[in-house]
């Protein structure tokens, strides 16, 4: 048996602004979109993963969702563009990667991150 993906499901009343949100900030593109449900997705592929944990690290509280991106100094500068709240500032972590937390429109609580 393989695990082909796993996807992040996030509860909200509107659907569009999350969609919005998304794509601005992390340039993802719509591949489905039914109205009640939007389907965002990178075309990079890569490791399913599941992490679980007792805290967030830091004295950091614990993501509801972990986005590893490329470049995270570019992702962080859109996002005090578009006025995100900055939950934890971007930080170098002695584990090896540089973060940063913020909030969703939905409340759930992102940790943008690169490995250094």
């Not at 979109?33 to 830091?58: H, K, M």
């Not at 005090?80 to 759930?108: N, Q, Y």
Request: with cysteine.
């Amino acid at each position: 048996m393989k695990v082909l993906r796993i996807v992040a499901n996030i509860a909200t009343d509107n659907v569009q602004d999350l969609q919005t949100f998304y794509s601005d900030l992390f340039g993802l593109e719509t591949v489905m979109d039914l109205g009640w449900i939007a389907t965002l997705a990178s075309r990079e592929t890569n490791i399913a993963q599941i992490s679980f944990l007792s805290e967030g690290g830091s004295g950091a509280p614990v993501p509801d969702i972990s986005i590893e991106v490329d470049n995270v100094d570019e992702v962080y500068a859109r996002a005090r563009e578009m006025g995100c709240k900055i939950v934890h500032d971007l930080t170098d972590e002695s584990w090896g990667v540089r973060r940063f937390f913020i909030e969703d429109p939905a409340g759930k609580l992102l940790n943008v991150l690169s490995h250094r």
